[in-house]
C-alpha cells in the first residue's frame, strides 16, 4: 500500500502560480498528477518516471512543472501563469506497473491515489 497526501491547493486570479505537494510513503516507478473538472473526466495532467523522465499534457506544457524530491518522499507540481479552464480537483496518482517507453498520462496504470486538492482559477 502507498499513501498519498496532497497539499497546496487554492484560489487564485489568472495569470497567477501555484506549487502542489503529495507526501508519499514510497514513490513507486511512475507518479503522476491528474485532475477532475466538475463534469467531465480524469485527465493525466503531469507523469514522472523512476529515471526522471517526464510527459505532460499539451496544454499545460511549459506551464507546469513536475518533480521530485526523494529525501522528502514529495511529489511537487509546480503550476505558472494558470487559466480559468485549469480549474479542478488535482489529484496525485502512483503506480507500480511497468506502461510503456515513457510515463503515462492514462489512468489504467496507476494504483494508488490521493484524496485530491481543489485549484480555482479565476479570471
Known amino acids: 500500500q502507498v499513501q498519498l497526501v496532497e497539499s497546496g491547493g487554492g484560489s487564485v486570479q489568472a495569470g497567477g502560480s501555484l506549487k502542489l505537494s503529495c507526501a508519499a510513503s514510497?514513490?513507486?516507478?511512475?507518479m503522476a498528477w491528474f485532475r477532475q473538472a466538475p463534469g467531465k473526466e480524469r485527465e493525466g495532467v503531469a507523469a514522472?518516471?523512476?529515471?526522471?523522465?517526464?510527459t505532460y499534457l499539451d496544454s499545460v506544457k511549459g506551464r507546469f512543472t513536475i518533480s521530485k524530491d526523494y529525501g522528502e518522499r514529495t511529489l511537487f507540481l509546480e503550476m505558472n501563469s494558470l487559466k480559468p479552464e485549469d480549474t479542478a480537483i488535482y489529484y496525485c496518482?502512483?503506480?507500480?506497473?511497468?506502461?510503456?517507453?515513457?510515463?503515462?498520462?492514462?489512468?489504467?496504470?496507476?494504483?494508488?491515489w490521493g484524496q485530491g486538492t481543489q485549484v480555482t482559477v479565476s479570471s
Open positions: 496518482a502512483a503506480g507500480t506497473r511497468v506502461w510503456g517507453s515513457r510515463p503515462t498520462l492514462q489512468l489504467v496504470p496507476y494504483e494508488y
Open positions: 514522472i518516471r523512476s529515471d526522471g523522465r517526464t
Open positions: 514510497a514513490f513507486t516507478y511512475d
